[in-house]
T-cell receptor
Framework: DTEVTQTPKHLVMGMTNKKSLKCEQH?????MYWYKQKAKKPPELMFV???????INESVPSRFSPECPNSSLLNLHLHALQPEDSALYLC???????????????FGPGTRLTVL | QQQVKQSPQSLIVQKGGISIINCAYE??????FPWYQQFPGKGPALLIA?????SEKKEGRFTISFNKSAKQFSLHIMDSQPGDSATYFC?????????????FGQGTTLQVKP
């Protein structure tokens, strides 16, 4: 199984709402990633988890809060978002370890988020 | 230092033609050079990748050419097909804290006309 699943596929939320995005993989990968992708732009790295610990935070605003409850799951909690946060949110996973740069990142289909 | 420049921004090719996309980078710490393919409504997927100790890698119709001294690598798609119509990203990688960090180029939208 080389699939990364993400739920929901679409999400519309108001600026005062609290919502969560979910990502799941069963490939035994110990590195998981959140990316943000605006239309016609490349994915931008937000967070990286390595062995269930946050290893990289690319200076993301605190209204985005990641969580890795176990090695298969990755959540992104959203609170008080702005309209400019509307984007496709992609989750990815890969093997972790010393030769990590060579490890293929497997991407999910993304959650299309609209903030009103 | 981590800037990646990809060209062209868009490309239209006739079916059966050759598509060429280029990527230039500045950071000499990059140690893996993948190309990702993204279809509308989907996440990116690894297409082909090369390590810096190799100058060329071919997988079917897809070839990466790598020039370490020029800090450039390119993707060649031979016999381009309408099904190849997608956005292509170069995404050189650097190892960081047991994970790989991809630095994406701006993307090239390829349209293959029947």
């Amino acid at each position: 199984d080389t699939e990364v699943t993400q739920t929901p596929k679409h999400l519309v939320m108001g600026m005062t709402n609290k919502k969560s995005l979910k990502c799941e993989q069963h490939m035994g990968h110990r590195a998981m990633y959140w990316y943000k992708q605006k239309a016609k732009k490349p994915p931008e790295l937000m967070f990286v988890y390595s062995y269930e610990k946050l290893s990289i935070n690319e200076s993301v605003p605190s209204r985005f809060s990641p969580e890795c409850p176990n090695s298969s799951l990755l959540n992104l909690h959203l609170h008080a978002l702005q309209p400019e946060d509307s984007a496709l949110y992609l989750c990815a996973s890969s093997q972790a370890g010393r030769t990590s740069a060579y490890n293929e990142q497997f991407f999910g289909p993304g959650t299309r988020l609209t903030v009103l | 230092q981590q800037q990646v420049k990809q060209s062209p921004q868009s490309l239209i090719v006739q079916k059966g033609g050759i598509s060429i996309i280029n990527c230039a980078y500045e950071n000499t710490a990059f140690d893996y050079f993948p190309w990702y393919q993204q279809f509308p409504g989907k996440g990116p997927a690894l297409l082909i990748a090369i390590r810096p100790d190799v100058s060329e890698k071919k997988e079917g119709r897809f070839t990466i050419s790598f020039n370490k001294s020029a800090k450039q690598f390119s993707l060649h798609i031979m016999d381009s097909q309408p099904g190849d119509s997608a956005t292509y990203f170069c995404a050189p990688a650097i190892g960081s804290s047991n994970t790989g960090k991809l630095i994406f180029g701006q993307g090239t939208t390829l349209q293959v006309k029947p």
